[in-house]
């Protein structure tokens, strides 16, 4: 799947005078013809993986998306591009935004420490504070620190947290914040660890910014886009995925007893870590937020200079990713060694879905995103 992500994007640097042009006018011969070229992708895609497959195309003034594939294995449905597919860690860069949003109107600030904003959710939730938790070297945890995953915290129990979902239970952010792993594997900001469970605690420090009572009352659309995100991207806090407008069915692996199969997990819960990990999507809304990210309507120039510094991750999942604050830095290899067109942006995936390639391309003034599910 990595050399489709990079061929598409080698394609890109190839033709990249005519994607270009293609992003940058109005629908029309030319447009045309790249909209058949990204179904012709999608189509072969679906039909080699045996997998549904919406990719999205964002320039200044057109947007190209081309969906192939079966959503539903029992009904036949077809994958439509209005279906929102949940994407896991591709929440991130919301949040990351929503936060940052915050720090713009002063409702709290980046050098902060962490431990004020969260503590009276552990109190109420786990009878203990960030530091009786983490210790006395998690005091000084920033919530910059927390955003680009210079906090030091190790991430959660992944088996865990798939045994609870798949149980049916919902695994809610303080439960999962106390049964993380609480030593720190470095002093806050002298390494880099990837952890949603930093996330999940700035999730936790945005509600008590805008004085919340119910962390479910947290509007994640509205606090990275500062008013309504549009009907094409969903942040569930409660229920399963059939509870969620259009959320597509997803099909997770089943191994054990010497058997290997699928099953559907529409019936599970959609909370996916929520702020970090939450979001449903249509790719092309996923391509607008990255578009408004980039052309500054989103954010001030000093944020997003923030959100676009990037330190490598130094020790367990990826180390050497350069992650920013709630951004990847990534570009991928083709067979023949060559690298393909950079992307700023975050993957993600859930327990039957997944995004890599879900970014901005500078090169091209284009957001790119491709999601499977």
Request: aromatic letters at 10%; one cysteine or more.
């Amino acid at each position: 799947m990595l050399r489709v992500v990079a061929g598409l994007l080698l394609l890109g640097r190839a033709a990249g005078g005519d994607v270009a042009v293609a992003l940058g006018e109005a629908p029309g011969t030319r447009g045309q013809y790249f909209q058949n070229e990204l179904q012709g992708v999608v189509d072969f895609l679906a039909d080699y993986y045996n997998t549904s497959f919406s990719l999205t195309f964002h320039g200044p003034r057109a947007v190209y998306t081309a969906v192939a594939g079966v959503e539903d294995r029992v009904s036949g449905r077809l994958l439509a591009r209005e279906d929102l597919i949940p994407l896991g860690s591709a929440t991130k860069p919301f949040t990351a935004a929503g936060v940052l949003r915050l720090a713009e109107r002063s409702a709290l600030g980046l050098g902060d420490r962490v431990a004020p904003y969260v503590d009276p959710w552990l109190r109420r939730d786990l009878g203990r504070t960030f530091v009786e938790l983490y210790g006395a070297g998690a005091a000084n945890v920033t919530i910059l620190e927390l955003l680009k995953m210079r906090g030091g915290l190790q991430d959660y129990d992944d088996a865990r947290y798939q045994n609870k979902t798949f149980r049916g239970e919902e695994y809610v952010p303080t439960a999962v914040v106390g049964d993380a792993p609480h030593d720190l594997h470095c002093a806050p900001g002298a390494c880099g660890v990837y952890s949603s469970v930093g996330y999940l605690l700035l999730g936790l420090a945005a509600a008590t910014a805008v004085n919340l009572s119910d962390w479910r009352a947290l509007d994640q659309g509205a606090l990275a886009f500062g008013g309504d995100p549009g009907p094409g991207l969903a942040f569930p806090v409660r229920g399963a995925c059939a509870d969620v407008p259009g959320v597509v069915h997803q099909y997770a692996t089943r191994v054990g007893n010497g058997t290997y199969g699928w099953f559907d997990v529409i019936g599970d819960s959609c909370l996916n870590a929520w702020t970090a990990g939450n979001v449903a999507a249509t790719t092309r809304d996923l391509a607008r937020f990255w578009h408004r990210l980039f052309d500054g309507t989103l954010l001030s120039a000093s944020s997003l200079a923030a959100m676009t510094s990037f330190e490598p991750l130094t020790w367990g999942w990826f180390p050497g990713l350069e992650y920013g604050a709630g951004l990847m830095a990534q570009a991928w290899a083709a067979a023949n060694g060559t690298y393909s067109l950079p992307v700023l942006g975050h993957g993600g995936e859930d327990y039957g879905s997944e995004t890599a390639l879900n970014g901005y391309v500078a090169a091209l003034n284009a957001s790119v995103v491709l999601a499977s599910t």
